[in-house]
């Protein structure tokens, strides 16, 4: 069965600094995506950014990046130049590629920007 | 509508009693999955409906939680003779195919306090 594990329960970054949240995964599959996450107070889940493991090439959205290290099954989040509008739940998950599948969510890591 | 949307937004039920969330999915999606949000915990996979077709409910605890998608559209949660530890946030997402590869988006979710 497939896990994703968070080790950072809460982190805390100065605005305008950057910030990595970790992840690793366990899987016996080749296809499958990677996904992080983001749930504000308000609950809903919102994507981040995805990751394709066929992919070498690390996914970039504007100041949200990953380091996508296959062969470790480590998937980490670096966000760049951190807002206050960042602070919230981030969620690590994976999906498998063969088929439609569920979603497999980590538990979290909390993320406090201080002002 | 625009996206995903789950009601009531908030339930509070006595112990004993059955409840019923409603998912509305973004018209047109196959997929519809359900997650239990316990706080401060990552979701946990409930059950999935391609269409109308429960094709897994692995992970519904009891044979108190049943779900529905009659028409291939709406969903249901219904949870029977509710208990504290049912008190979690349930979420609602839906994807537009059956593959892994489509982008799932959420609601806003359902939160159920019992006392």
């Known amino acids: 069965a497939q896990t994703v594990t968070q080790s950072q329960p809460e982190m805390s970054v100065q605005e305008a600094e950057t910030v990595t949240l970790s992840c690793t995964y366990d899987?016996?599959?080749?296809?499958?995506?990677l996904f992080w996450y983001k749930q504000p107070p308000s609950r809903q889940m919102i994507l981040v950014i995805r990751?394709?493991?066929?992919?070498?090439q690390n996914a970039t959205e504007n100041r949200f990046s990953v380091n996508f290290q296959k062969a470790a099954k480590s998937f980490s989040l670096k966000i760049s130049d951190s807002q206050l509008g960042d602070a919230a739940m981030y969620f690590c998950?994976?999906?498998?590629?063969?088929?439609?599948?569920?979603?497999?969510f980590g538990k979290g890591t909390r993320l406090h920007i201080l002002p | 509508g625009a996206g995903v949307s789950q009601s009531p937004r908030y339930k509070v039920a006595k112990r004993g009693q059955d409840v019923a969330l409603r998912c509305d999915p973004i018209?047109?999606?196959?997929?519809l999955f359900w997650y239990q949000q316990a706080l401060g915990q990552g979701p946990e996979f409930l059950t999935y409906?391609?269409?109308?077709?429960?094709?897994?409910k692995s992970g519904l605890p009891s044979d108190r939680f049943f779900a529905e998608r009659p028409e291939g559209s709406v969903s249901t949660l219904k949870i029977q003779r509710t208990q504290q530890e049912d008190s979690a946030v349930y979420l609602c997402?839906?994807?537009?195919?059956?593959?892994?590869?489509?982008?799932?988006?959420f609601g806003q979710g359902t939160r159920l306090t019992v006392v």
């Open positions: 997402a839906s994807s537009l195919a059956p593959r892994g590869d489509t982008e799932a988006f």
């Open positions: 899987t016996s599959e080749s296809d499958y995506y």
């Open positions: 990751q394709e493991a066929y992919k070498q």
């Open positions: 998950a994976y999906r498998s590629g063969h088929r439609d599948d569920k979603i497999i």
């Open positions: 018209s047109g999606h196959v997929s």
């Open positions: 409906f391609q269409n109308e077709a429960q094709l897994d």
